[in-house]
């Protein structure tokens, strides 16, 4: 069972936003509490709180508290499952020490079961079932998945007011890490070179630029920022100017997911098997000379998209060393160090002139090639001497090493040069 996601926009009618505002301040209440106390009675008693027992709690809780009663019960036991998750974070060192959560309009909460009644999508109607909201008005761009069972669905509020629904599916789809790979995969493979002059480059010399999404959007974002900068703090044109703001981003942050759901639909529709170079981004970005240009990239979301959608069209993704990828010889596999500022040079050994980036490109694929077991050695010319006589008799003996046969098809060989006095055949005794 693999998940596979929908989002959808949603359009809620005063009162069922309402409601959901409502839900999103009960979360963050609860949230609140519950790390209160787990703090308090670690503090006091020295002893650690489990979501069992914050679980019991919660269940008695609700018959005392209106609002916690006005919260659906699968989205109040989430917030624990949240705070649960953040502490097992915080413990595998993943993680900072959870926060309390001040008041805001953003925010989000999941119906954790929504296969059994919570959430019905209604494609006919363009209407989504919410339970303890309503009917909401919402648009379907696709179809849901075929042969699969909702499992989650997640109410988004995003910074600049507008609501969205994520459902995730669950799907059946070949398990690639158990099943042997198709030979068809090795007539498609590619390497993809992440970069920021083309922000991939693949190992058949295709290039694609980068959009510089952010780059471009940077005068009108230092107006707005400007323009809310000005505004007296809390008053309505402060809201307005913060709103005004914050859709200016998400608006840079969709055409990003935009470009990137084009571009990881086209890779796994055409390859079987696409290798990518394991880039760590969070050590590159400690560069402030290159931070912007690789956060601009969105090179991580790049590679879950195409990861996530490999599942489904039945491709493979794989992930190699990136060292070194872009010095080393695709031909002769020498290491040639050569400054970034460099983009095409001739190689030291085979004196090869290559371009930096299909280069290193073609060194991905072959790498990843050989972490699935499927890199096969170029075929060489076997090195032969001069053709030998050929020997008397219908086929040309063939010459074992090691065996009887051999030592007799050499005297075949020289009673054939001789000619002497021996007029009769030769007979081979075993």
């Given at each position: 069972m693999v998940p596979s996601a929908l989002r959808i926009r949603l359009y809620p009618s005063h009162e069922q936003e309402f409601r959901m505002l409502r839900a999103l301040e009960e979360c963050?209440?609860?949230?609140?509490?519950?790390?209160?106390?787990?703090?308090d009675r670690w503090q006091n008693e020295r002893k650690s709180t489990s979501y069992n027992l914050q679980q019991w709690i919660l269940t008695a809780e609700r018959h005392e508290s209106p609002g916690l009663a006005s919260l659906h019960s699968q989205v109040a036991q989430d917030v624990l499952h949240r705070i649960d998750n953040a502490f097992t974070a915080f413990f595998q060192r993943r993680a900072k020490y959870p926060k309390f959560k001040k008041f805001s309009e953003s925010g989000s909460f999941t119906y954790s079961q929504a296969y059994n009644g919570s959430v019905k999508p209604d494609l006919h109607r363009r209407r989504l079932f919410l339970s303890r909201i309503g009917n909401v008005p919402c648009v379907f761009h696709r179809q849901l998945?075929?042969?699969?069972r909702m499992k989650t669905c997640t109410l988004v509020r995003e910074p600049d007011g507008k609501w969205f629904a994520s459902m995730v599916f669950e799907q059946v789809v070949p398990l690639q890490d158990v099943l042997p790979l198709n030979a068809e995969l090795t007539t498609t493979p590619i390497g993809v070179d992440l970069g920021l002059l083309s922000i991939i480059t693949t190992s058949e010399g295709e290039k694609v630029k980068h959009p510089h999404l952010l780059r471009n959007a940077e005068k009108k974002l230092k107006h707005v920022q400007r323009v809310f900068s000005r505004k007296e703090k809390k008053s309505n044109n402060w809201y307005k100017a913060k709103q005004r703001l914050a859709s200016q981003h998400a608006h840079v942050r969709r055409q990003r997911m935009d470009f990137d759901h084009k571009l990881s639909t086209k890779l796994v529709r055409a390859h079987g098997l696409i290798a990518f170079e394991d880039l760590k981004v969070r050590n590159m970005v400690k560069s402030h000379s290159f931070a912007k240009s690789i956060h601009d990239a969105g090179w991580g979301q790049l590679v879950k998209l195409t990861e996530r959608k490999a599942l489904v069209y039945g491709s493979v993704v794989v992930k190699v060393p990136a060292a070194f990828s872009t010095q080393e010889c695709f031909f002769c596999n020498s290491i040639n160090p050569v400054e970034v500022s460099i983009r095409e040079f001739a190689c030291r050994s085979c004196g090869r002139v290559l371009d930096r980036d299909?280069?290193?490109?073609?060194?991905?694929?072959?790498?990843?090639?050989?972490?699935?077991?499927?890199?096969?050695?170029?075929?060489?010319?076997?090195?032969?001497?001069?053709?030998?006589?050929?020997?008397?008799?219908?086929?040309?003996p063939v010459e074992e090493t090691g065996t009887k046969r051999a030592d007799h098809v050499r005297a075949l060989e020289a009673h054939d040069n001789s000619r002497g006095r021996m007029s009769q055949p030769f007979r081979a005794d075993l």
């Open positions: 963050r209440r609860l949230w609140n509490e519950a790390l209160s106390h787990r703090k998945p075929m042969d699969s299909i280069n290193a490109a073609k060194v991905v694929m072959k790498r990843g090639l050989a972490k699935v077991g499927l890199d096969r050695p170029e075929p060489k010319p076997a090195e032969i001497g001069p053709l030998r006589a050929q020997a008397t008799g219908p086929a040309s």
